[in-house]
């Protein structure tokens, strides 16, 4: 099993989450984050024309957890569906999970997933 950390534009969430439910990807996590990497942040003009930076901008973590066999799949339709072509779309981590228990019957591992 591997979980999945996509760091995307918050307006892309919508299409990620579509992307993802109609190949039956249902479950998710969706954290609203700050941070920064190529893009740097942005800079905008101020009243009178002074100008500041805003270096820590607003994107959405969302995580899940696949079996094996389907992280490539999920891993594209995010990229896919997340993208705009600009700097600052986003980050995809893909990491190795030990074991997951679901709580209400106590299966484990892919049938917990």
Known sequence: MKK???I???EKLDDVKVALADKGYIGLNIVGVTGRGVQKGIVH???AGTAYSVDMLPKVKLETVVIDA???EVVTLIQQAASTGNIGDGKIFIIPVEDAIR???G???DAAV
């Open 4 to 6: 999945i950390e996509a």
């Open 107 to 109: 299966e484990r591992g």
């Open 103 to 105: 709580v209400r019957t």
């Open 70 to 72: 389907n992280v490539e």
């Open 8 to 10: 995307i534009r918050p």
């Open 45 to 47: 003009a101020g009243r």
